[in-house]
């Protein structure tokens, strides 16, 4: 599996920003797909995923503000964030699953910075 990720950078509280990641290789290795976190000097937490059939899990912090999407014919999961808040600040990395929770190589992108200050 490959995950390339995209989206990030500088953003205010209160606002939004959205993240991509494309996935390519062997589809049973993707099929669950989502979004992990990890902030300074702290443990790297779950976010949201989703499972090829729309079922999303969201992490209680984020539940109502960010929202994961899935476009199974791209292969594409979206993460869209709003009302951000500066906790939110962390290296966000795209990662995938199979249908049993396994992971294999590839299975974690390359983090993407998202920074949420005034």
């Known amino acids: 599996v490959q995950l390339q990720a995209s989206g990030g950078g500088l953003g205010q509280p209160g606002g939004s920003q959205g993240l991509s990641c494309a996935a390519s290789g062997n589809t049973f290795a993707f099929a669950i797909m989502g979004w992990y976190r990890q902030a300074p000097g702290k443990q790297r937490e779950l976010v949201a995923m989703?499972?090829?059939?729309?079922?999303?899990n969201y992490a209680d912090s984020v539940k109502g503000r960010f929202t994961i999407a899935r476009d199974n014919a791209r292969n594409t999961v979206y993460l869209h964030m709003n009302n951000l808040k500066t906790e939110d600040t962390a290296v966000y990395y795209c990662?995938?699953?199979?249908?049993?929770?396994?992971?294999?190589?590839?299975?974690w992108g390359q983090g993407t910075l998202v920074t949420v200050s005034s």
């Open positions: 989703i499972t090829r059939g729309g079922s999303p």
């Open positions: 990662h995938a699953e199979d249908i049993f929770g396994r992971t294999g190589p590839g299975s």
